[in-house]
């Protein structure tokens, strides 16, 4: 279910680029949807109508898809700390006290 809600959301968001990039923009910028020459399909007005509201529905898809995978990846999460998926260790026996070795005696220097 996951893969399926991510990949309509990966398409969602490349359709949301597409129609953003159509769109022309105030300053000029990539406006690549056109004029509104007389050859053109629609008019000026109302290629930017459809495309505002285009926006408008792919921007709140996204949200709500956002929104579902986020709620789903949370619900089916493990613990979300290591302190809470620990498991309690056993009460063991203290160590015995191990004896420590003497250190090796320094070696006879022979005197003249």
Do not use: C, W, Y
């Amino acid at each position: 279910m996951t893969n399926v809600l991510l990949l309509i959301h990966l398409f969602v968001t490349l359709a949301l680029i597409i129609v953003v990039l159509l769109q022309k923009s105030e300053g000029g910028g990539l406006g690549i949807g056109g004029g509104g020459g007389m050859g053109n399909f629609m008019s000026g007005r109302g290629t930017a109508n459809l495309l505002t509201r285009t926006t408008a529905i792919l921007a709140t898809i996204f949200m709500v898809l956002a929104l579902g995978l986020a709620l789903i990846q949370q619900n089916s999460r493990g613990p979300r700390s290591i302190v809470d998926g620990a498991v309690p260790a056993a009460p063991s026996a203290p160590a015995a006290p191990t004896a420590v070795p003497a250190p090796p005696a320094a070696p006879a220097v022979p005197t003249n």
